[in-house]
């Protein structure tokens, strides 16, 4: 009976614990300690549910955690110079020739026909100014490429990796267009090479035929049967894969340039008229032909970081009296003279390259016209270089490795052939020049430059007031209606010669 009634008693005060309240103390106070209430914790600040912020310190988004701040110290010290290991750097005036030879090509003997579209005075400054503004938007994106390269701890990055790359550390909401920028860049520059490779087929076509017609009266043959004549030459020539076999090519065609440059000013500067022979102002209409042109002229924005990142002292690089202004300025000073000189000597006259206003009758003026023509033939692979390494790679990976070595050469046959083509359906050298120029060149060079170092440098490193967010948005404006307007009066002379 015992045993009956303590178990009566342990089910009873098993029952009594179970009837109390769950609020934390008993109904008897005086039996058992009061139990104190644990609080729930608050969602809004508890660390499950806070955010982490990946961001960089230069995002301005907020705080950064402990780790990130050293990160963003170790960013600040890292020297994306001292890490590249270069097998053969390249010394400043190393730097400084392949600066010129790659803003030098024929854009240069087409800014006459600049000139004749902005006028003699307008075409003076604002060669000057748009000269300044490429430099600019140059060094913009070297200072891109320093920033990134120490975000990301890398020794250098080309052009579409800067972009790439912009994106991928900007604001958090633009992180996921990275790809699609680096795609759109590349596509860009696939465009401005293979659009410099149509040019330079035209221009070479357009001055042998030249020099045969002078000779050869009875042979009256068109643009395009020449164009054919040299189709199997240049696929010959960009068969060659390999860069070092174009290195003595290049060479020569650099002494050729230089010899016929010097020669052309020879014949420019002979008697001279006054400058109120020609216009100074040309017209609201073809002042959008000078841009396409202009800019297409200035086409060295593809070489800058490459050549930035093989040199033995990139700090001397940049800077007020640095290898890209030096370089710069030269190639102002040359592209305005031969403007403003090419203009003044044959006036509404000249024509889409000034070679082709050179005395018939001069076997030395004749001489220039085959000398540029062989120059221009023999750059056309450094042109071709570029579109090859983008669209190689994609176009390789479609096909087994066995026959890669066979898909590479037809690709090559294929682009040269595509070139061509281009070129013969519009053989007029003026108009093309100015529709790559308005279409491409102006994209790479005053467009992505500011818009990378908006993205980079987002919010908080644009300077007092924001100034440089507005000047960058003012110069890709300037870039966007030279866009516009240059590819729609390009597009225009093409039809229709006669405007």
Known sequence: MEDITKLKNLQGRKMNLERQPLLGHSSDPSDTEPIQSIPRPDLRTSPESALVDVQSEEDGSGSASGGSKDSNESDRFYNPSQHRDLEHPTSNLDTLIHLLKGNIGTGILAMPDAFKNAGLYVGLFSTMLLGAICTHCMHMLVKCSHELCRRKQMPALSFPDVCSSAFETGPFGLRKYAPLARQIINIFLCITQLGFCCVYFVFVAVNIRDVVAHYFEAVDLSIRFYLLVMLVPMITLNLLKNLKYLTPVSLFASVLTVTGLAVTF????????????????????????????????????????????????PEDFRGPFGVLNTGMVIVACLYTAVGFFGYLKYGDHVKGSITLNLPPDDILAQSVRVMMALAIFLSYGLQFYVPINIVGPWFNSLFRSESQQLSDAGLRILLVVFTFVLAAIIPNLGPIISLVGAVSSSTLALIFPPLIEIITFWPNKLGQNYWVLWKDIAIMIFGILGFIFGTYTSIAQILDPDI
């Open 266 to 313: 020879h014949y420019m500067l002979q008697d001279l008229p006054k400058t109120s022979t020609v216009h100074g102002f040309s017209s609201w209409a073809t002042l959008p032909l000078y841009f396409g042109t202009a800019i297409y002229a200035f086409e060295g924005i593809g070489v800058v970081l490459p050549l930035e990142n093989n040199m033995k002292t």
